[in-house]
Nanobody, 124 residues
């Protein structure tokens, strides 16, 4: 399984960015898709997560500004980020909990996969 993230960049405070992350491989099903971020000198933290049923959860710091969505047909997760602040600056990582397809076409046990990270810098 490979996760390819894109969409990061430099944006001014108050601006917007959209991140995307697509998973490829012999995927049977996806349990959850999410975004984490890690700022310099800090631990990686959850930003937002979406379940296969469409339920979402957000870190308090991004509620009302960020929106997570998923396209299960394309195994892709998006993070729409609005009203960006300098404190949103970090490397953003996508995270999938998914089940690969086994040799008998049945799902294997769920495993966690990470994307390579994309830098988001909010600065004037």
């Amino acid at each position: 399984v490979q996760l390819q993230a894109s969409g990061g960049g430099l944006v001014q405070p108050g601006g917007s960015l959209t991140l995307s992350c697509a998973a490829s491989g012999s995927i049977f099903s996806i349990d959850t898709m999410g975004w984490y971020r890690q700022a310099p000198g800090k631990q990686r933290q959850l930003v937002a997560i979406i379940t296969s049923g469409g339920s979402t959860s957000y870190a308090d710091s991004v509620k009302g500004r960020f929106t997570i969505s998923g396209d299960n047909t394309k195994n892709t997760v998006f993070l729409q980020m609005n009203s960006l602040k300098p404190e949103d600056t970090a490397v953003y990582y996508c995270n999938f909990v998914l089940r690969l397809r086994g040799g008998d076409n049945l799902p294997l046990a769920p495993r966690i996969y990470w994307g390579q990270g994309t830098q988001v810098t909010v600065s004037s």
